[in-house]
């Protein structure tokens, strides 16, 4: 069965440190998104991703994040420097058109920033 | 600003009760509402919902939306251990989809 996948799994950084989480989402979806959980809380939207630019952002994503497609495969979050409060884990999700059908969620990218 | 509300935010129940899960939601450009199961890591689907009054089932889950009054309820029946859970609604707008804080429901044996 087709899935989104994500890497690493686990990232531990310093504080003010650039990161890169990785998503491949599956392969004929047209829509990506970031979303954040930080423990014990919400699930949070970051931004939504279709047709090579960003179609949504939340007010969490600010300057210090950045999107990328570098290729037909990949699909890229950054955190330019990252503070404490960036630590959560980090889901991906795509899904093949809005309103047709479920977003399909990868395992999440927990990220610790000390 | 869009909202999603789930409520209660956490239950207790034993095997064998019924629970109602709610959702209520103030979203422009409404789309479509998703439920979500979370046990460990990623959220995994359940049911998505565009038209009110049409319930959806699968196995003891079932699941309706009002979208007059703007509200979805997510029923478990016969809960068993492995039901214990966070439960997600999840709301889909125009661009993006937000989701609630989620309901706790721990199933004791």
């Known amino acids: 069965e087709p899935e989104v996948t994500q890497t690493p799994s686990h990232q531990v950084t310093q504080m003010g440190q650039e990161v890169i989480l990785r998503c491949v989402p599956i392969s004929n979806h047209l829509y990506f998104y970031w979303y954040r959980q930080i423990l014990g809380q919400k699930v949070e939207f970051l931004v939504s991703f279709y047709n090579n630019e960003i179609s949504e952002k939340s007010e969490i994503f600010d300057d210090q994040f950045s999107v990328e497609r570098p290729d037909g495969s990949n699909f890229t979050l950054k955190i330019r420097s990252t503070k404490l409060e960036d630590s959560a884990m980090y889901f991906c999700?795509?899904?093949?058109?809005?309103?047709?059908?479920?977003?399909?969620f990868g395992e999440g990218s927990r990220l610790t920033v000390l | 600003e869009d909202k999603v509300v789930q409520s209660p935010l956490s239950l207790v129940v034993h095997e064998g009760d019924t629970v109602t899960l709610n959702c209520s939601y103030e979203v422009t450009n409404f789309r479509s509402l998703l439920w979500y199961k979370q046990e460990k890591k990623a959220p995994t689907f359940l049911f998505m919902l565009t038209s009110s009054g049409i319930e959806k089932k699968s196995g003891r889950l079932s699941s309706i939306l009002d979208k007059k009054e703007l509200f979805s309820i997510l029923n478990i029946t016969a809960t068993q251990t492995g039901d214990s859970a966070v439960y997600l609604c999840a709301v889909e707008a125009l661009h993006d989809m937000r989701f609630g804080a989620g309901t706790r429901l721990t199933v004791k044996p």
């Open positions: 999700a795509s899904r093949t058109g809005t309103n047709t059908g479920e977003l399909f």
